[in-house]
């Protein structure tokens, strides 16, 4: 996939904010049962909260944004959410072009997109297609994502280019991941109360910061990814090494 044109703006709050923020939507399913609602409730709550954290990223000036829409093991679920899941994406992600336009928003898929069903991959080709001239800033859905799986096609994907017996290395588990272009998350978010990766962005994970909160995904808006870009900008990261 070629490198799109991203403007680096100046964030609005400080030049310390993440590059790359990746975000593991959870607590949708809890916030509709809270309320009397089925599950499938809380998902259609929970893509407008990816619109206004969407909108809050590009005005920030957060060049890389990476959601976590569906895991790998999300298949285990009931087959009806499942299937509500798949089909939010065939009827939502396209219908949204004005709104990716009105943001900037170039839309990029990471995960194993073959295993999904015709109408989920026909949306998510005319989105792609239709956002890539976009260039404020790049977001990635994770859609039948996991970390293991990532890494794997990775290496089944080196295996096709090797020479002779060459030893694999750290650059050519990197340079195959999906998108690899986009930089290693920087901050990764959780919302809904757990503490756990679930499968996401392992390799890319190495040395991200992490920041869990309570609040279940449908009531995140603005101020939250504000306040989590804040706290980030205060963390040292080392890297390893020590601060000079
Ligand atoms: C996250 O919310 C969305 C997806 C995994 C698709 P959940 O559906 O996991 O919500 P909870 O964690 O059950 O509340
Ligand atoms: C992680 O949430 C996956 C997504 C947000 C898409 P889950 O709800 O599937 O994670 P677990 O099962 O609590 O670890
Ligand atoms: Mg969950």
């Known amino acids: 996939m070629a490198l799109g044109k991203v403007n680096n703006i100046a964030p609005v709050g400080t030049e310390l904010y993440p590059s790359h923020v990746g975000i593991i939507m959870d607590g949708n399913g809890r916030w509709a049962t809270k309320r009397g609602l089925p599950r499938t409730a809380g998902h259609y709550e929970g893509v407008k909260a990816a619109k206004r954290i969407t909108t809050e990223a590009s005005r920030l000036g957060i060049p890389y944004l990476t959601y976590y829409v569906f895991s790998t093991e999300n298949w285990k679920r009931p087959q009806k959410e499942v299937d509500y899941l798949m089909n939010l994406l065939a009827t939502r992600l396209y219908s949204e072009v004005d709104f990716y336009k009105r943001v900037g928003a ?34 990635s859905l994770a859609i039948n994502h996991g970390g293991h799986d990532e890494i794997v096609r990775s290496i089944n994907r080196w295996l096709k280019t090797r020479n002779g017996d060459t030893p694999i290395s750290e650059t050519d588990i990197r340079s195959n991941l999906d998108l690899s272009f986009i930089p290693p998350v920087d901050l990764i978010i959780r919302s809904g109360g757990e503490k756990r990766l679930s499968n996401f962005m392992l390799w890319d994970a190495a040395y991200a910061e992490f920041a869990f909160y309570d609040t279940l995904w449908p009531d995140w808006g603005a101020k939250e990814l504000k306040s989590a870009c804040d706290d980030f900008a205060k963390r040292a990261r080392r890297f390893g090494g020590v601060d000079s």
Do not use: Y
């Not at 898929?109 to 790049?138: C, H, M, P």
């Open 106 to 139: 170039r839309v990029l898929i990471r995960g194993d997109f073959e295993k999904l069903n015709n109408a989920a991959r026909d949306a998510i080709i005319a989105t792609q297609e239709a956002t890539a001239d976009l260039d404020r800033l790049v977001v």
